[in-house]
């Protein structure tokens, strides 16, 4: 639920209105936060540790079994900025993710 469903003060709902306030340090430090909980919902949902911060992509395209669709893909289109599709882009990693939970 911290991802988007939850009712006030969702990572998506807190880089929205970043984005609205056009404020891109706060837009980076909540994208920051949303894939560190990503990251550790895709770790428990294969059952392994996390391994720390430095390239987690990597170690879960060669550790983890379940990885939701277009896993690198949607992290490599979300980081790119400034991008005017980051919310699409969460919509799109949020979807993905909820298939595999």
């Known amino acids: 639920m911290l991802l988007k469903d939850k009712p006030f003060a969702s990572y998506y709902e807190q880089i929205e209105k970043a984005i609205k306030r056009n404020d891109i340090v706060s837009i980076n ?8 909980s990503y990251f ?3 770790f428990a949902k294969n059952e392994l540790l996390h391994p720390g911060e ?9 550790n983890c079994k379940i990885l939701p669709d277009n ?5 490599n289109d979300l980081l790119i900025q400034p991008n005017p599709n980051i919310l699409n882009i969460l919509d799109t990693i949020i ?3 909820k298939k595999i939970l």
Request: aromatic fraction near 10%; hydrophobic fraction near 55%.
């Open 29 to 36: 430090h909540r994208i920051a936060a949303f894939l560190a």
């Open 40 to 42: 550790d919902i895709i």
């Open 54 to 62: 430095k390239r987690l992509v990597q170690f879960a395209k060669n």
């Open 71 to 75: 896993f690198e893909k949607n992290i």
């Open 95 to 97: 979807n993905n993710l």
